[in-house]
């Protein structure tokens, strides 16, 4: 029935062979009684350890016995076959669960596709070039950095620290001068510009900014009207924001 067995029908009940109780010797039925009252004075186990249990063996062996069927002929081979039964249908959900990641996983990265693909089909916006004049690109001064992702550091009497993981550090000069760091270092970029005019550089890291928040509200209001879910609205747009190398905004 898909999540197991959840109601059992009359029509089932009359087609199920069960042992008629009645027929059993009273010596047998008080042994079996006896038997089972000793199974359930412990917590039951798993199937794979059950079927190790004395106390257990003892039950089942007594049971066969009131069918008519030689316990040390069939009481290995019914555990055997049990346990193998149990353990291909305990596989069966893994496998069943793993398809049903993937096809999961399939669905997200279409999603996050046709949505990127909506929001934005030409790529985002590069920092610095898209949001100064080029001119203040020219008129700057070239900072050695090392390729790698920045972060703000220390904020002292107005100086703001930018480091690295690996051990970078520079003394900027204002916040914005070491925002304005940290949002243009990219993979491959060994050498920096940075311009000297602060009243532009200041703004294009203002303009940058709104960008940035925009963005994220934008991608975070289109996930969340397609999945409904806000929690997976957000990781997708945090997804989309690493997947095109887009940073946080610096605090």
């Known amino acids: 029935m898909g999540d197991g067995l ?9 087609d199920l062979q069960v042992p008629d109780a009645s027929k059993i010797k009273a010596d047998l039925k ?10 359930l004075t412990r917590p039951v186990q798993s199937i794979f350890e059950e079927v190790k249990m004395k106390d257990r063996q003892k039950f089942d062996c007594l049971v066969l016995e009131a069918i008519g ?3 040390k002929r069939y009481l290995k081979l019914l555990y055997k076959n049990l346990c193998e039964l149990v353990r291909e249908r305990i596989e069966l959900g893994e496998t069943r669960k793993k398809v049903k990641k993937v096809k999961q996983n399939r669905d997200v990265e279409k999603l996050k596709e046709q949505v990127l693909e909506e929001i934005l089909p030409k790529g985002p916006r590069r920092f ?8 203040y690109l020219k008129d700057a001064f070239e900072l050695p950095v090392p390729g790698e992702p920045l972060k703000l550091g220390a904020h002292f009497m107005g100086t703001q620290e930018v480091i690295s993981d690996k051990g970078f550090r520079y003394q900027a000069q204002s916040v914005e001068e070491a925002k304005f760091i940290v949002y243009a270092v990219k993979a491959g970029i060994y050498l920096l510009k940075v311009p000297n005019n602060k009243s532009a550089l200041s703004q294009a890291v ?13 991608f975070f209001e289109v996930f969340f009207q397609r999945t409904h879910d806000h929690k997976l609205a957000d990781m997708l747009t945090n997804q989309i924001f690493e997947d095109l190398g887009l940073p946080e905004v610096a605090a």
């Not at 008080?30 to 199974?39: E, G, N, P, S, T």
């Open 206 to 218: 203002i303009e940058y900014e709104r960008y940035l928040r925009q963005l994220k509200d934008e």
């Open 30 to 39: 008080k042994r079996i009684l006896k038997a089972f009252d000793k199974v």
């Open 128 to 135: 610095p070039e898209d949001f100064i004049d080029s001119k």
């Open 69 to 71: 069927l030689d316990a």
């Open 6 to 14: 959840l109601a059992f029908y009359g029509p089932d009940i009359a």
